[in-house]
């Protein structure tokens, strides 16, 4: 040091020019929060707006319309011996006679189709239950069929000219009658959680789409969860670092970017195609999913593990403990919130999946709910996918409505997350 | 090189280093050290930042095993036993050679099972009625029983900082090591909690061969019967702590505790 210090500069911290740059520091700031404001608010009115929009058109599909009538169980019709071989479409018709008793038969063809089409077998399945009903009168409540359930939730404009009008001015007058005899009744939708899919808007259901996606997550968990730990255990705590583990890592954050379909192509060439793995199956969905959700897994758990203060693992190893005590008795408890919250979020995402379930078949049309993960199923994305293509009036509503099951779902999944994260949560 | 000899009193030769060179990747960080390390008394590693006695302290006990492209070359000899023998597995060696942390360092768990994990995972203690005694006597040891007896149960990091540091000291003395490595104990602490401690480490050193690293020459000079003084990677001096403090016979040293350099 042989220069002496340069000679010190007076700051003047009245100069007004250093007075209009602190200015337009806190100018540039409130932009910012108002910025930050203002894309929260553009978020938030988006969010309202896709779910007000779901609920306004979904709501109408969580009742539906019945008609309580009393149904004739002649012996003519329905022997005792074989009660499940009874003629129930004559039953009905008989019964609908009963109640209107000035219509012809020709034009009985018209009126029996104000019952569902799924009346007759609520009928038997009654009569089944119950023989001593033969030769007596079962009052049951049945759903009516989708245009009348449309016309009752006031979907059907009267002021409309008939021609142009789903239902004719006969029909809607058939329609009122039974109204006016207090015989309507617009009861919870039991049928869209207890019923499996069917083609007629006012039987379908989402009960073998929620076991279907149910059995997927199940599997996708149960592969998912313990391969993407143990890998990222690996790659994070024991392998060498190193060009193949180099390699390694950036092919699994390729992964997690691989667009879903290409998962269901492979899926169908490699589970499908080579392994003759049962089609439409649950199982197989579940493993195309734990595909996709494997990537988020590690990517997540790593993150988990990097995240725990190396003071732990050194306290541990100082006190002589082996890699592997360290690793699963100290960091991996510790990164237990975040591994779970990653997990979640994959299974989340997992649950949405739409694509690749397509390709490996599970938006085939099947009406009874899986009994197991390796029978046909749908799954939640893939049923509103066959709803949103189906031309019925009813499943326009049943579609939404679907989509706020499903998004339902979804809330819970990631209110677990938090609830987990705080509860594992640990502070030092 | 004839420090190693100089300085005479105190226990026995603990741990014996000849030659030892520590590589970090290109990075030459320790060169050509060679110490003798007496038991039962406090011995303490002074230098400026990134001179090297943390590395070597870390030699030790084979933490730098952990780290990894970190290469230790020389001999280090625990009771004229090669340390670095493959035949030496480090976390048997790291039960011998206990270590304390700069940074107080407790497991999120209880009191309790801080202190107890050592013995539970070498299998110290028989039964459960062994493994209370053991904590008691390290807690005990460690001049922190009496304020957390009646909280075993609490966890390890509700404590304050000076306690969690004599938590970790009670935790290192449970596996009963012969050696204790103390890296900058209290560089984290207040002073009267650093004055706790380094009166635990005069109480420890009866039992202990104690190897301190530290930033502070006060505490050096208080605490410690023997100072090494690291420089730039290199072992500069070594003797007895008075003479070092009073009378060092390379000029870096007088600098350095001067505080021209540092």
Redo the contacts between chains.
């Keep these: 040091m042989t220069q002496s210090p340069p000679a010190e500069r007076k700051v003047d911290w009245k100069d007004p020019q250093l007075a209009a740059t602190l200015r337009a520091r806190h100018a540039r700031e409130r932009r910012l929060k108002l910025l930050g404001l203002a894309s929260l608010g553009a978020a938030f009115a988006m969010l309202f707006i896709l779910l007000a929009s779901l609920a306004a058109s979904g709501y109408k599909a969580f009742v539906q319309t019945h008609v309580t009538m009393d149904f004739i169980i002649s012996e003519q019709n329905v022997s005792p011996d074989k009660p499940e071989k009874g003629k129930y479409r004559k039953v009905v018709a008989e019964s609908l006679q009963a109640v209107f008793p000035e219509v012809s038969r020709k034009e009985m063809r018209q009126l029996r189709k104000i019952l569902s089409n799924g009346a007759q077998y609520m009928v038997r399945d009654a009569v089944v239950a119950d023989p001593s009903l033969i030769g007596g009168v079962l009052r049951l409540t049945v759903p009516v069929s989708d245009p009348y359930d449309q016309l009752n939730k006031g979907e059907i404009d009267r002021a409309t000219p008939e021609a142009n009008r789903r239902l004719s001015d006969r029909e809607i007058a058939w329609f009122d009658r039974l109204k006016e005899a207090g015989m309507i009744s617009t009861p919870f939708n039991k049928a869209l959680f207890l019923n499996a899919d069917s083609r007629f808007p006012e039987l379908a259901g989402l009960k073998g789409a929620l076991w279907g996606s149910f059995y997927a997550l199940l599997v996708c968990f149960l592969l998912s969860f313990p391969i993407g730990i143990g890998a990222a255990i690996y790659l994070e705590e024991f392998a060498p670092r190193n060009r193949f583990t180099d390699i390694i890592e950036v092919n699994i954050n390729n992964l997690a970017a691989v667009p879903s379909v290409v998962f269901g192509l492979l899926a169908l060439a490699v589970f499908l195609g080579w392994f003759n793995l049962p089609r439409s199956a649950a199982f197989v969905g579940g493993m195309t999913l734990a595909l996709m959700t494997l990537p988020t897994i590690i990517i997540a758990t790593r993150a988990a593990l990097k995240a725990v203060p190396p003071s732990i693992r050194e306290a541990a190893l100082g006190l002589g403990a082996s890699r592997q005590q360290v690793v699963f008795g100290h960091v991996l408890p510790l990164a237990m919130p975040g591994i779970l919250t990653g997990t979640i979020i994959g299974l989340a995402q997992a649950l949405g999946e739409t694509a690749p379930l397509l390709l490996i078949g599970m938006n085939a049309f099947i009406t009874s709910a899986p009994e197991s993960a390796f029978e046909p199923a749908t799954a939640l994305p893939t049923q509103i996918f066959i709803w949103a293509d189906s031309p019925e009036r009813g499943f326009a509503a049943r579609t939404s409505a679907a989509i706020l099951v499903l998004l339902g779902f979804l809330i819970i999944m990631n209110l677990t997350a938090v609830i987990l994260r705080r509860k594992f949560e640990r502070k030092w | 090189m004839t420090q190693q000899e100089t300085g005479a009193g105190g226990g026995e030769i603990k741990i014996s280093a000849r030659d030892v060179q520590v590589h970090y990747g290109d990075n030459h960080a320790l060169r050509d050290v060679s110490v003798d390390i007496r038991d039962k008394m406090v011995t303490a590693f002074i230098g400026p930042s990134g001179c090297g006695k943390s590395t070597f302290l870390r030699c030790l006990?084979r933490?730098n095993d952990?780290i990894?492209d970190c290469r230790v070359e020389g001999d280090i000899r625990l009771d004229g036993e090669d340390i670095y023998a493959p035949e030496v597995d480090p976390?048997?060696?790291?039960?011998r050679v206990?270590?304390?942390?700069q940074?107080p360092?407790?497991?999120?768990k209880s009191i309790y099972d801080n202190v107890a994990?050592?013995p539970r995972?070498?299998g110290l203690a028989k039964n459960k009625a062994e493994l209370d005694e053991i904590v008691e006597k390290s807690l005990r040891r460690g001049a922190i029983w009496d304020e957390v007896k009646d909280r075993l149960d609490a966890p390890g990091?509700s404590l304050s900082g000076g306690q969690q540091q004599r938590l970790?000291i009670a935790?290192?003395i449970a596996?009963s090591p012969e050696v204790l490595l103390m890296d900058e104990p209290c560089s984290a602490l207040d002073p009267i909690a650093t004055a706790q401690i380094e009166e635990l480490i005069d109480e420890l050193r009866r039992q202990f061969c104690v190897v301190m690293v530290t930033h502070s020459m006060q505490q050096a000079a208080r605490v410690s019967q023997r100072t090494a003084f690291f420089h730039l990677g290199q072992l500069v001096e070594y003797g007895e702590t008075g003479q070092i403090f009073t009378n060092p016979s390379d000029p870096r040293t007088e600098s350095y505790i001067t505080g021209r350099i540092g």
């Design positions: 006990n933490m952990t990894e976390v048997h060696l790291r039960a206990g270590m304390v942390f940074k360092n407790p497991f999120p994990y050592g995972i070498h990091t970790c935790r290192a596996t």
